[in-house]
């Protein structure tokens, strides 16, 4: 079993419209949980990062975290096609991070 | 402001060849630093990880293996490149502090092809 997974992509969402990606984790020690952007050929950039229950808003993104339910989630809202790119999700386990493979996401406008 | 290097940018390598990228942070001090390795259309591996000088731990059996000479220096290195070592080469940082992980932020990446 995989320690994060995300939602099999590829995601198309219109311009304007809630880009919604999904993960969940096997490791119910994992405290802390990240996104991250990587558009193509470049190295990941750190969009939020979330430590509680609930929700986590910055900007056009929110990230929901459910720690009894092993789920992650992160809302983009009014969806650009800067946004177009790969998301990765990551779960604190032990002293590392563990990757989920990425959603990628379409922006079509 | 923190800022990490790497470099090359991008290598071609012949098999059999040896190995070194390097990677340096700036504006922070005793960092945890990480070797990563993302295959074509791939999740990250993490490779090596290092919580100080001279203290590398290693993720995953390879011929590959990693230095940190100085506190913000991380080198990773190969003896004898494999076709199978081909792939970004992602060197990362994050905040150390005891039981806690932070976000992890990632230099720009060597892109390496074995041929």
């Known amino acids: 079993q995989k320690e994060v997974e995300q939602n099999s992509g590829p995601l198309s969402v219109p311009e304007g419209a809630i880009a919604s990606l999904n993960c969940t984790y096997s490791?119910?020690?994992?405290?802390?949980f990240f996104w991250y952007r990587q558009y193509s050929g470049k190295s990941p950039e750190l969009i939020m990062f979330i430590y509680s229950n609930g929700d986590k808003e910055d900007g056009r993104f929110t990230a929901q975290l459910n720690k009894a339910s092993q789920y992650v989630s992160l809302l983009i809202r009014d969806s650009q096609p800067s946004d177009s790119a790969t998301y990765l999700c990551?779960?604190?386990?032990?002293?590392?991070?563990?990757f989920g493979a990425g959603t990628t996401v379409t922006v079509r406008a | 402001s923190q800022t990490i290097h790497q470099w090359p940018a991008t290598l071609v390598q012949p098999v059999g060849s040896p190995l070194s990228l390097e990677c340096t942070v700036e504006?922070?001090?005793?960092?945890?630093l990480y070797w990563y390795r993302q295959a074509a259309g791939r999740g990250l591996q993490l490779l090596f990880y290092s919580v100080g000088i001279g203290q590398i731990s290693s993720e995953v059996p390879q011929n590959l293996s990693a230095s940190r000479p100085q506190d913000r220096q991380f080198i990773l290195s190969s003896k004898k490149l494999l076709l199978s070592d081909s792939g970004f080469y992602l060197c990362?940082?994050?905040?150390?502090?005891?039981?806690?992980?932070?976000?992890?932020?990632f230099g720009p990446g060597t892109r390496l092809t074995v041929t």
């Open positions: 990362a940082w994050s905040r150390q502090e005891a039981n806690r992980i932070y976000e992890q932020y």
């Open positions: 990551a779960a604190s386990n032990d002293y590392k991070l563990s």
């Open positions: 490791d119910r020690g994992s405290q802390s």
């Open positions: 504006g922070t001090s005793n960092p945890n």
